[in-house]
């Protein structure tokens, strides 16, 4: 097994750009904004925990917790890479659904025909799709601006 399916998340409520990025980046990120970081810390063996709650920090003495400081989204996914020494190797930039954490796998074209503005379809050849919740992706403009963040995160 990878290092990318070896890391898996559990991120707190307050962090929920963090675990977008890090779902962008395509690492296992378990996050319901509904869930204290007391309630995560029993998501199960496996998960590392990110919480900026210090109470939590203070009591789980487990080397599965980083306690992130900044208030910045990119500082405090530089800190979660910085502190467990992720690798631009180690992740797999655009293979799970941002919205359900769900790999997600290319789609034939015709079949989401109806999904997309007329735009997009006539306009792209490449569409994946999660099989959780039915988001379409295609490689746009923000796609680009994504791959950029991540180049300068592994700087």
């Known amino acids: ?6 890391m898996r998340f559990a991120v707190e409520n307050t962090l929920g750009k963090l675990a977008k990025w890090l779902r962008i980046l395509g690492f296992d990120t378990f996050y ?5 970081a007391e309630k995560l810390m029993d ?3 496996g998960r590392i925990l990110l919480t900026r709650t210090a109470r939590i920090r203070d009591v789980n003495t487990s080397p ?3 306690f992130i400081t900044s208030d910045n989204p ?3 996914l530089r800190e979660v890479i910085e502190t467990l020494g992720i690798a631009p190797k180690d992740a797999r930039p655009f293979s799970r659904c941002v919205r359900c ?3 997600i796998r290319e789609v034939d074209k015709d079949s989401i025909r109806k999904r997309v ?3 997009i379809w006539e306009t792209h050849d490449t569409f ?3 099989s959780q919740c039915g988001r379409i992706y295609w490689p746009g403009s923000h796609t680009q601006r994504s791959r950029d963040i991540i180049k300068r995160l592994f700087k």
């Open 101 to 103: 954490n769900t790999m």
């Open 1 to 6: 097994m990878d290092r990318a399916n070896e």
């Open 64 to 66: 599965k917790l980083v």
């Open 32 to 36: 319901k904004p509904d869930l204290s």
């Open 43 to 45: 998501m199960g063996p």
């Open 117 to 119: 503005p007329d735009y």
């Open 128 to 130: 994946r799709s999660c």
């Open 74 to 76: 990119f500082e405090q």
